[in-house]
């Protein structure tokens, strides 16, 4: 392993689930109860894990096998019915990392989330958790968006810079970044495996937010 490095970029950009908060609960009590309105078998948190991070219809269409878009488009509702009312605050910020944004802020530091959630359900989590003034926007996505899709139209809209650094926990987050010439850097306490993560070669690994402190370029050793 390498020595920490101190890099500079313009912009953290920062995935929501699975690397500012804990989103199962209330993510897998809304796909149950989707799924089992339309007559399918409710999931486990262990086959929740994989639907954190990719967006919702995605999931949906891997979950059920269903090449029926109206029928996805039907689970969304029914799963966007339960998670606006409840499910979103059904949600745990990991420990530090509200400190280490409120730091970050005191330096200086832009800040911005991107979140393959809709920006609406995306704002009332980061207000819930006292966030929201920390950060310079909150960029949401919906069905049929891609990640990789959203930072490319911040990046054609200004938002966006290539000296800006993609934070998430799963492979979607960094290769969204990589398809957008933006560095990658990989969290260890969300739902990607480092299996996942290893396979689209990230910039920085992050064990925990106080990492963010200090960008680390180091060759990670499992």
């Known amino acids: 392993?390498?020595?920490?490095?101190?890099?500079?970029?313009?912009?953290?950009?920062?995935?929501?689930?699975?690397?500012?908060?804990?989103?199962?609960?209330?993510?897998?009590?809304?796909?149950?109860?989707?799924?089992?309105?339309?007559?399918?078998?409710?999931?486990?948190?262990?086959?929740?894990?994989?639907?954190?991070?990719?967006?919702?219809?995605?999931s949906f269409a891997r979950i059920t096998g269903t090449?029926?878009?109206?029928?996805?488009?039907?689970?969304?509702?029914?799963?966007?019915?339960?998670?606006?009312?409840?499910?979103?605050a059904e949600n745990t910020l990991y420990p530090g990392v509200k400190e280490v944004l409120e730091t970050l802020y005191e330096r200086g530091t832009r800040m911005a989330v991107c979140t393959s959630k809709r920006r609406d359900f995306a704002e009332r989590i980061l207000e819930r958790f006292e966030l929201a003034h920390l950060l310079n926007f909150v960029d949401g996505g919906d069905v049929g968006?891609?990640?990789?899709?959203?930072?490319?139209?911040m990046r054609e809209d200004g938002r966006l810079t290539g000296s800006a650094l993609m934070i998430g926990d799963r492979a979607v987050d960094l290769e969204a970044a990589r398809r957008n010439d933006i560095v990658g850097g990989a969290v260890l306490w969300g739902y990607g495996s480092v299996e996942e993560l290893q396979s689209e070669s990230p910039g920085h690994w992050f064990r925990s937010p106080k990492d963010w402190l200090a960008v680390r370029c180091e060759d990670f050793q499992v």
């Open 1 to 58: 392993m390498n020595d920490a490095t101190t890099v500079s970029y313009d912009l953290y950009l920062f995935d929501l689930d699975g690397t500012i908060s804990d989103p199962i609960l209330g993510i897998g009590r809304s796909f149950n109860y989707a799924l089992t309105h339309f007559g399918y078998e409710p999931l486990s948190n262990d086959q929740i894990g994989p639907c954190i991070g990719p967006p919702l219809d995605t």
């Open 67 to 88: 090449e029926s878009q109206a029928e996805v488009l039907e689970l969304v509702a029914k799963y966007r019915e339960r998670y606006a009312e409840i499910g979103f």
């Open 145 to 153: 968006i891609e990640k990789w899709q959203q930072i490319a139209a």
